[in-house]
């Protein structure tokens, strides 16, 4: 592509991403938790920087933020999110929505461009009141029902207050126009350190993995700690270990190259040291992209409960509580990130899987999408260490704009 065409203002990202940095400060990153004060500061600055890209700026009745454009020609969809996890990194979400408002900023001024980026911000990512329902809300996955039931996680304060205490209750949802996007692009921080480690600029996003979670229950005797003989007891606390131990050692031969399993949370019951625990339970959750791995390993799964059940001394139950289907990303958006790589990164770009959820994979369902990711130093994120280098975000947003410039070209 020509080299006088107007990129990516790299100083202007840097302040950008800098002053969302300081809503919710800590220590090396922030708390912005969703509709706490410091994201609703954040929700604010993005609307007002929205008009700088000749965008109409408007908030919807979840809290979702839309940049929209009235320039003729295709328009692409693109953006991420503003809030974060509890005392979590400063660039997982709002690189994704500066960058998007950059693209904007270059490109819907651009009289060579045949076309607009438009930029959207979407709420709770980070699932403090639910799952992603900022973007499920927009492709139509979020009904009346799920946000009345919505409570925050760490204070137990419902969504509907929370949207009222921000202005919000009454408003309409904004949901998915078809035809009018010719696709969704998101931009960000890996999250891991497969590009650090390799020395890469670029990650080519090809899917984005489902996540499949499970509480596994196990049932024993509860009775006296001092007095009950080992011989005898049905400690579900032991029965627990034994099976993580179990899950381990048997889940390698059954998994994809890219398979990942944790257990989340283990809670006995009633969790006290003189007591033998009479019941037990682990959350545990499963990623991959191919649905056919995780019905293998879910199987796996159940029929080594039924194993240990049968075998004694606890039974052992298996409860499937989400299910989340993989997104493959669009394969033209990801040749146009690999080019603009190419043009503006040297080609130190790989394609690869997202092992974490994004809005993307909601976007995907009802439009072509893609993701670009940059590197993460040390592969840290959800955590206030988090960060990336600056010359790094730099490269990251000048290819961003190529790409979206290279899409909306077709």
Known sequence: ??????????????????????????????????????????????????????????VDGIGNVFGTSAKPGSKLLAGSHLESQNYAGWLDGPLGVVYALEAARVLNIDPSVKGAVEVAAWCDEEGHFGSFLGSRSYVGQVTEAEIDAARDRTSGRTMRDALADTGLAGRPRVGVEPGRHVGYLEAHIEQGDTLESGRLAIGVVTSIVGIWQYQINFAGEQNHAGTTRMAVRKDAGLALAKFCVAIDERFPAACGPRTVWTTGRITLDPGAPSIIPGGAEMLFQIRDDDPAVIARLEQLLRTMADEASTQGPCTVTVEKLRTGAPAMMNPGFQDAI??????????????????????????????????????????????WTENTADADIVTGAEVYVDACRRILGG
């Open 1 to 58: 592509m020509p080299d006088n065409r107007p990129s990516a203002d790299g100083a202007r990202v840097l302040a950008d991403l800098h002053a969302l940095r300081a809503f919710g400060a800590y220590k090396t990153g922030v708390h912005k938790p969703t509709f706490s004060e410091p994201h609703k500061l954040s929700l604010e600055w993005l609307v007002q920087k929205l008009p700088e890209a000749n965008l109409s700026a408007a």
């Open 338 to 383: 690999e080019a603009a790589s190419k043009a503006l990164a040297g080609g130190r770009s790989v394609r690869m899987p997202s092992g974490a959820g994004h809005d993307a994979q909601m976007l995907a369902t009802v439009m072509p999408a893609a993701m670009l990711f940059v590197p993460s130093i040390g592969g840290i994120s959800h955590h």
